[in-house]
């Protein structure tokens, strides 16, 4: 086996292992963790405050969670289109110039 196989073979063995302690561990030794996201904290924070007034409100909002997911979705699918096209661009012609004389 090539060093580059074997040592891609090492680095994905230690990945799993990372995930599996992550997802497994604290759960096995009785921590049951609390999974949230920053806007929940940032919504928790901010109704601490006394006297917080919003400057505007949504001009629209989604009739349910779901439809909220799934437009959230749909904006990182189009990032990572955007992303994906601009990087194959640039590949692209770094190509083109090496096979020009």
Sequence with gaps: MSELRRLT???VILIAIIGFLTAF???MI???PQWGGADAAAVTKIGE???YKPWFSPLWQPPSG?????LFSVQAAIGAAI???IAGLYTGRKEAK???P
Excluded: A
């Design 83 to 85: 992303i994906g096209y």
């Design 25 to 27: 561990v604290p759960h």
């Design 30 to 32: 009785g921590i049951m």
């Design 66 to 70: 779901e439809i909220e997911t799934f």
């Design 98 to 100: 090496r096979g020009q």
């Design 9 to 11: 073979l090492i680095v």
């Design 49 to 51: 405050i006394s006297g």
